[in-house]
T-cell receptor, first 114, second 115 residues
């Protein structure tokens, strides 16, 4: 199956700093990527839809100025958590569409804000 | 918007038994129903999916059934093994052609297979 890679897999940062998470489709081009957030023992909640070459579409309740998404190429989307606070600590997961229509997920990035 | 309900929240079975997880959805326009397996600390892994023009799909020990009229779909795992232990999520979306609809996930089921 298609491979979606996320980096870093985990990151610890101080409150107030910004953190960038990368999502790459390794063997296919993805015009659309999705970013999810998952709190412990909960389901995945869609944060935003990232479209190559255009602005991301954010879900209701997600602050677009806090969670900056850039999809500059067909194989890379980035999520930047700006001025991170402890409540932003979570598991962030991206997904991208494969050539057969399925959505494949990355391995996730665990963010811990101290 | 779409709402997906998943049951049970936890499921414990003996190795070799079958496991069934059920989901219901609310939006009749949804046409793509994937199932994901998530192990601790990892991203979800697609294990099987079904589209609305098919009633059943099977892949070795895993099968999925879809009842469009009742708006529910189920995951069936036969001959369970300890390595099947994980969290399973169902999802639904309205996907058309190469357009990947937004996935709405169920709440997840923690499956434990006892040796």
């Amino acid at each position: 199956g298609a491979v979606v890679s996320q980096h870093p897999s985990w990151v610890i940062c101080k409150s107030g700093t910004s953190v960038k998470i990368e999502c790459r489709s390794l063997d296919f081009q993805a015009t659309t990527m999705f970013w999810y957030r998952q709190f412990p023992k909960q389901s995945l909640m869609l944060m935003a839809t990232s479209n190559e070459g255009s602005k991301a579409t954010y879900e209701q309740g997600v602050e677009k100025d806090k969670f900056l998404i850039n999809h500059a190429s067909l194989t890379l989307s980035t999520l930047t958590v700006t001025s991170a606070h402890p409540e932003d600590s979570s598991f962030y997961i991206c997904s991208a569409g494969g050539w057969t229509g399925e959505l494949f997920f990355g391995e996730g990035s665990r963010l811990t804000v101290l | 918007g779409e709402n997906v309900e998943q049951h049970p929240s936890t499921l414990s079975v003996q190795e070799g038994d079958s496991a069934v997880i059920k989901c219901t959805y609310s939006d009749s326009a949804s046409n793509y129903f994937p199932w994901y397996k998530q192990e601790l600390g990892k991203g979800p892994q697609l294990i099987i999916d079904i589209r609305s023009n098919v009633g059943e799909k099977k892949d070795q020990r895993i099968a999925v059934t879809l009842n469009k009229t009742a708006k529910h779909f189920s995951l069936h795992i036969t001959e369970t093994q300890p390595e099947d232990s994980a969290v399973y999520f169902c999802a639904a979306s309205n996907a058309g052609g190469t357009s990947y609809g937004k996935l709405t996930f169920g709440q997840g089921t923690i499956l434990t297979v006892h040796p």
